[in-house]
C-alpha cells in the first residue's frame, strides 16, 4: 500500500498542487481555482440528481435504478479530474501530465488530501477512466463498475493540514468512550421510529448518555460543565447546511458560534475528538465563509464526517449506526471503516467524506459487542421519503 | 358627432379605495378643467377621453381568484360582467364629483359631446351593461344627453369631421397591455375582448392586468405609489434594482422583484405570444435575492426571523435554502405572504440609489428582453403619418405610457392625469420609502391635453392645464 499525498495550498486565483509519496515529492504546480471550484459544483449538483432520483425510486416501490445518474456522476467526476491535473500554463505546466502518469502508474494507493484554506471540494468523487465506456442501463449500479471514484479506487480521505499527525494516538477504548449526540429531535424521531428494533437496541448501546437538543444546552452542557474535555466523539443529526447546524427551527449552531462553543485545550491523555455531521451539505462549506472543515480543526479535534449533498433521513441515520458501530467495535481505523460502509451502503454512500484523520480509532479490548447489522439491501429497505 | 373643437385627455385611472391613482387634487383639477375651462368655451367642445378612464382593474374587488379564469383553449380571462359594473359602481361612489361635473360639461352646451375610448384599465367598457350604467352615472335618465355620449369601441377614433386625426389609445403596440388572441387584435365591436370560459364570459387579461391582479394590487396598498411608475420597462427596472441591492428596496420590494421575474419567465413559456421578442431570463435575479436572504439569515435579523417562523413546516428556512429543490418554494410563498416582510424602515444609502448606467429607457433584463413601450408607440404613430400610408392621417395621439410626447411630425402623447415617478437622467430616484404614502415630492403631475381646431387640425397644440413639481 503506497500512502500518497495530495498538498493544495491556497494562493490567490491559484492553487499550488504537491504529489508526494512517502519518499519524495513528485510532481508540483498550480491550478486554476475558480475552474476547481466551478467543476466541484456540477459534481455536486449530479449528485443532487442521483440523491433526488434514489428517493423518487424509493417513494414509487422501486429498487434504485442509479445507472444512468451514476454515469453523469462519472462525467463530472472526470471533468475534476482534469482540472486538478490540468497546470496552469507557465506555471510546471508539464508536471501536472507527470502527476498524472505516475499516479496511473502505482497501484494499491491511499491518498491523503491535505489543505490549508477554505478549499470545499469533493475529492472523493474525482472519477478514474473513462466515463463514456460505462453502459447506459439504469437498473447496472454495480459497485465494480464505477471503482474509478477516488473514494473507492484509492480510498481517499480529506484533513485540514492544522491537524498534526500525533494526535489520534493513544486511542482510547471503547468502554471508556464518551460520544456527545445533538439532535435535532425532530428530525432524529423521524427516521429513528422507521429502522428496526435491533437497529434502535443497537443505538442505545452506542449513545448511552443523554441527547443535547438546543444550543442553549450544548453550550452549558460543553463548556460550563466542562463535557468538551472528556469527549471524543461528536455526533450530530438533523438538518444542516455547510455553515450551521438546526436544533430546532430558529435554533442553529453556527459557524460563528463554533469558535467560541468548541473550541478546548488538546488533551494529552487521550486522542483528539473526531466530529460526524449527519445532515444535508455539512461538508461543502464555501471559500469566503469556510465551514466545517476548520471549524473541526479546532486544538483537539481531528476532524469530521460530512456530505456533499442532501441525504435521506433514514439512509443517513442507518448510515452512521453502521459506521459508529463499525469504528466502536472492530477497532479498525476511521478509513477502514469508511471504506466498508461505502461499499455496503453503495450508492447513496458517495455524499458522505471523510474529513477526518484518517487513523482516528477505538479500541475494543474487552467489551462485549452488541449483535452487529446485516448489511441492508436499500433496493428493497425504507431509504426516507424526507432530506434530513 | 362633432364640434368646434377637440379636447384630448387620457390616462385618468379613476378607481376607488385604496388602489385609487385619483387623489382630492387631482380630482380638484379635472373639475375645474372641466367646469372653468371646457364648460365655458364659446365654443362646441368634443371631449376625448384616450383610454384608460376609468381604472376597473384596481378597483374593488381587486383580488381574489375569482377574478381569473381560462377559456378552454387556456386564453388567460379576468372580469364577469357583473364583477366590473361592481367595480363600475365602486368607482362612481367614490367620485361622483367627476361625474356631475362630466355631466355640467356637456350641459353646458348642446353641441358639447363627450367620447370615451377603452383602454386596458376600462376593456370593461366593451361589457353592454357596463356601458349602460356609465351612461345612466352620467345622464341620470336623461335621453338627450345620453344621446352625446359615444363610447367607442375600435382600436382607433377617427372624429367625422376631421378624419385626418387619428386618436388611439395605443396599448395594442405595446406587448405587455395589448390585446390579442391567436394572433388577431380583439378590440373592437365585432370582435370584442370578451370570451367564455366555459361557464360564462369574462374579459381578456392581457399581462399587465393580471400582473396587477396577481401581484401589484396587493403591493400597492402599502406603497400608493407603486404603480405610478410608467412605462412598465421602468418600473421593473426599480424592482430588480431593490432585489440586487439591499439599501435600495425592502426585502418586500427583493420578493416582488423576483416574483416578476417569475412572473414573466413563466409567460414566457405559457403564453409566449404575450413577450413578443423576450428571451429567457438569467438566473441573476433569483440569485441576487437567495444572496439577500442568506445574509439576513446570517446576521440573525429580526425579519428573517420572522419569516422562519412562519413558514410552514418544522424545518429552519436557512437549511431549506441551501437545497436549490426549496427555494423556489420559499420564494412563491414569501410572495404571498408579504406581510411577513415588513421592514420598521429601510436605510437608504444615497451613493447606492442611482440607476446609472442602467436607465437607457429600456427595459434589459437580459440580452433578448428590450423593451420600450414609449418608443414603441412613436414608431406605430410615425408609420401612420408617412405619407405612403393609405390612412391620409395628419396627426396621431395617444395616451397610454404615461410619458407626453411631442413630435413635429405630428404625434402626441398626452401623458397621464396621475402623478408619475420623475426618472429624469439627472435625477437619483429614492429608496422604495418613496412609493410610500405622503411621497408626494416624488410625485408630481402634469395635466395635458391637445386642443384640436377641426378647421385648423395642423395647429393642434397640447397645453399643459395643471402641472405641479414640488421642486
Known amino acids: 500500500m503506497i500512502d500518497v499525498t495530495l498538498d493544495v495550498k491556497g494562493n490567490g486565483g491559484l492553487l499550488k498542487v504537491v504529489w508526494r509519496s512517502p519518499a519524495a515529492d513528485v510532481a508540483s ?28 425510486n424509493r417513494s414509487d416501490h422501486q429498487s434504485l435504478r442509479l445507472g444512468l445518474e451514476l454515469k453523469e456522476l462519472a462525467r463530472a467526476g472526470r471533468k475534476l479530474r482534469d482540472a486538478i491535473f490540468f497546470a496552469e500554463a507557465g506555471y510546471n505546466d508539464e508536471e501536472g501530465f507527470e502527476a498524472e502518469e505516475w ?95 435491533a437497529e434502535q437496541k443497537l443505538v442505545a448501546a452506542m449513545f448511552r448518555e443523554n441527547d443535547i437538543s438546543s444550543s442553549k444546552d450544548f453550550e452549558k452542557i460543553w463548556k460550563t460543565q466542562k463535557k468538551c474535555l472528556e469527549t471524543d466523539l461528536l455526533y450530530f443529526f438533523g438538518h444542516a447546511d455547510g455553515t450551521a447546524l438546526a436544533f430546532r427551527k430558529g435554533d442553529l449552531l453556527t459557524m460563528d458560534d463554533f469558535p467560541e462553543i468548541l473550541r478546548r485545550k488538546p488533551p494529552a491523555d487521550r486522542p483528539a475528538c473526531m466530529v460526524f455531521l449527519n445532515g444535508c451539505h455539512t461538508a461543502i462549506g464555501n471559500d469566503k465563509e469556510g465551514g466545517f472543515l476548520q471549524a473541526t480543526a479546532y486544538g483537539g479535534f481531528c ?37 466498508k460502509i461505502r461499499r455496503d451502503y453503495w450508492p447513496l454512500s458517495l455524499a458522505y467524506n471523510l474529513s477526518c484523520h484518517p487513523d482516528f480509532q477505538f479500541n475494543p479490548h474487552g467489551v462485549i459487542p452488541p449483535d452487529m447489522l446485516p448489511t441492508p439491501d436499500f433496493s428493497k429497505d425504507a431509504i426516507g421519503s424526507e432530506k434530513v | 358627432m362633432g364640434g368646434d373643437h377637440i379636447i384630448v385627455i387620457s390616462d385618468l385611472h379613476i378607481s376607488a379605495a385604496a388602489l385609487d391613482d385619483f387623489d382630492c387634487e387631482l380630482e380638484r383639477h379635472f373639475v375645474s378643467f ?80 363627450l367620447v370615451v375610448l377603452p383602454g386596458n384599465h376600462d376593456a370593461d367598457f366593451f361589457w353592454p351593461g ?27 377614433y377617427r372624429p367625422n369631421k376631421c378624419r385626418q386625426v387619428w386618436i388611439e389609445h395605443g396599448q395594442q403596440y405595446d406587448p405587455v397591455n395589448s390585446f390579442f388572441v391567436s394572433e388577431r387584435p380583439c378590440w373592437s365591436e365585432e370582435n370584442p375582448p370578451i370570451l367564455s370560459d366555459g361557464k360564462q364570459d369574462r374579459l381578456y387579461a392581457c399581462l399587465g392586468t393580471r400582473f396587477l391582479i396577481d401581484y401589484l394590487n396587493n403591493l400597492d396598498a402599502e406603497y400608493p405609489f407603486v ?35 417569475e412572473y414573466l419567465s413563466k409567460l414566457a413559456l405559457t403564453h409566449p405570444r404575450d413577450l413578443l421578442g423576450v428571451e429567457k431570463i438569467e438566473e441573476k435575479e433569483k440569485t441576487d435575492l437567495l444572496v439577500r436572504l442568506q445574509e439576513a439569515a446570517r446576521r440573525k435579523d429580526a425579519i428573517f426571523a420572522r419569516i422562519n417562523d412562519a413558514y410552514p413546516g418544522d424545518r429552519d428556512l436557512r437549511m431549506l435554502l441551501s437545497d436549490p429543490a426549496e427555494r423556489g418554494r420559499i420564494f412563491e410563498w414569501l410572495a404571498d405572504h408579504l406581510d411577513f416582510l415588513e421592514e420598521p424602515s429601510v436605510k437608504s444609502k444615497e451613493d447606492l440609489l442611482g440607476l446609472d448606467g442602467v436607465d437607457d429607457s429600456y427595459l434589459s433584463l437580459s440580452k433578448g428582453f428590450r423593451l ?53 437622467g439627472d435625477v437619483r430616484p429614492s429608496s422604495w420609502s418613496i412609493l410610500k404614502e405622503q411621497s408626494y415630492v416624488n410625485f408630481p403631475f402634469k395635466l395635458n391635453y391637445v386642443d384640436i381646431d377641426i378647421d385648423h387640425p395642423s395647429a393642434a397644440q397640447m397645453i399643459c392645464f395643471k402641472s405641479r413639481d414640488y421642486d
Open chain 2, 34 to 113: 372641466l367646469e372653468g375651462d371646457l364648460a365655458l368655451r364659446p365654443y362646441a367642445v368634443e371631449l376625448v377621453i384616450n383610454g384608460d378612464f376609468l381604472d376597473f382593474v384596481q378597483a374593488p374587488p381587486h383580488s381574489g381568484s375569482n377574478l381569473q379564469s381560462q377559456s378552454p383553449e387556456k386564453v388567460p380571462l379576468c372580469f364577469t360582467q357583473p364583477q366590473s359594473r361592481q367595480k363600475l359602481a365602486a368607482i362612481h361612489a367614490a367620485h361622483e364629483q367627476t361625474f356631475r361635473a362630466l355631466q355640467r360639461f356637456l350641459a353646458a352646451n348642446a353641441a358639447n359631446s
Open chain 2, 227 to 261: 404603480d405610478n411608475v410608467k412605462p412598465f420597462a421602468r418600473f421593473v427596472r426599480l424592482f430588480l434594482v431593490s432585489v440586487a441591492d439591499p439599501h435600495f428596496g425592502p426585502m418586500k420590494a427583493a420578493v416582488a422583484g423576483w416574483r416578476i421575474i
Open chain 2, 130 to 156: 357596463v356601458r349602460e350604467d356609465f351612461i345612466s352615472f352620467l345622464c341620470d335618465r336623461d335621453a338627450v344627453l345620453a344621446k352625446r355620449i359615444h363610447i367607442h369601441l375600435q382600436s382607433a
Open chain 1, 303 to 339: 476532524g469530521f464526517v460530512g456530505t456533499e449533498s442532501e441525504v435521506p433521513d433514514v439512509f443517513a441515520l442507518r448510515f452512521a449506526n453502521a459506521f459508529l458501530s463499525q469504528l466502536l467495535y472492530t477497532g479498525s481505523k476511521a478509513i477502514e471503516v469508511m471504506d
Open chain 2, 372 to 424: 420600450n413601450e414609449t418608443a414603441l408607440l412613436v414608431d406605430a404613430a410615425i408609420g401612420l403619418l408617412d405619407h405612403r400610408s393609405q390612412e391620409a392621417v395628419e396627426l396621431v395621439i395617444m395616451g397610454h405610457t404615461h410619458e407626453p410626447v411631442e413630435k413635429p411630425e405630428g404625434y402626441y402623447n398626452t401623458g397621464s392625469w396621475t402623478r408619475y415617478y420623475r426618472f429624469d
Open chain 1, 103 to 197: 499516479l496511473v502508474s502505482l497501484t494499491e494507493v491511499v491518498i491523503h488530501v491535505t489543505i490549508d484554506r477554505q478549499i470545499y471540494i469533493p475529492w472523493g468523487l474525482v472519477y478514474d477512466g473513462d466515463p463514456e465506456i460505462l453502459s447506459d442501463e439504469a437498473e447496472d449500479i454495480s459497485i465494480a463498475k464505477f471503482s474509478g471514484f477516488w473514494c473507492l479506487k484509492y480510498r481517499l480521505s480529506t484533513l485540514y493540514n492544522r491537524i498534526r499527525g500525533g494526535i489520534v494516538r493513544n486511542p482510547r477504548t471503547t468502554g471508556e468512550a464518551r460520544i456527545v449526540k445533538l439532535v435535532n429531535e425532530g428530525a432524529w424521531a423521524k427516521a429513528f421510529n422507521q429502522v428496526s428494533e
Open chain 1, 29 to 56: 504546480y498550480q491550478i486554476d481555482f475558480n475552474r476547481l471550484m466551478n467543476r466541484s459544483a456540477e459534481v455536486r449538483d449530479r449528485l443532487h440528481n442521483l440523491i433526488t432520483t434514489a428517493m423518487k
